[in-house]
């Protein structure tokens, strides 16, 4: 099971950080995407870390300005969300899947992730 928290209201150029909870199976041999879908359009991937070597993908629109992490707490991970934009009003959701040797064939699509949390609710106000 994964949860996801964090979200809120927040300005334009300001930061949020979202967090990851996995329970029931360990992240080890994961890879975590988080994902965001805005009303009348179609998920997208973020960002995405795989646990057992740390590497890291982000979408075009994120980088720069978003950091996905995996902490000290075993079993989460977080998204550090910096300047953000009203472009960036989602639902964020993060998700699982086994990894895979090649992060960037899969590591943002999001129909091959098998397990999700529910979402959070992050609106940039402008």
């Known amino acids: 099971q994964l949860q996801a928290s964090g979200g809120g209201l927040v300005q334009a150029g300001g930061s949020l950080r979202l967090s990851c909870a996995a329970s029931?199976?360990?992240?080890?041999?994961?890879?975590i995407g988080w994902f965001r879908q805005a009303p009348g359009k179609e998920r997208e991937g973020v960002s995405c870390?795989?646990?057992?070597?740390?590497?890291?993908l982000y979408a075009d629109s994120v980088k720069g300005r978003f950091t996905i992490s995996s902490g000290n707490a075993k079993n989460m991970v977080y998204l550090q969300m910096n300047s953000l934009r009203p472009e960036d009003t989602a639902v964020y959701y993060c998700?699982?899947?086994?990894?895979?040797?090649?992060?960037?064939?899969?590591?943002?699509?999001?129909?091959?992730?098998?397990?999700w949390g529910q979402g959070t609710l992050v609106t940039v106000s402008s």
């Open positions: 870390i795989r646990s057992s070597d740390g590497s890291t």
């Open positions: 029931g199976f360990s992240l080890d041999d994961y890879t």
């Open positions: 998700a699982a899947v086994r990894a895979e040797h090649r992060l960037e064939m899969y590591g943002l699509l999001f129909y091959l992730y098998d397990r």
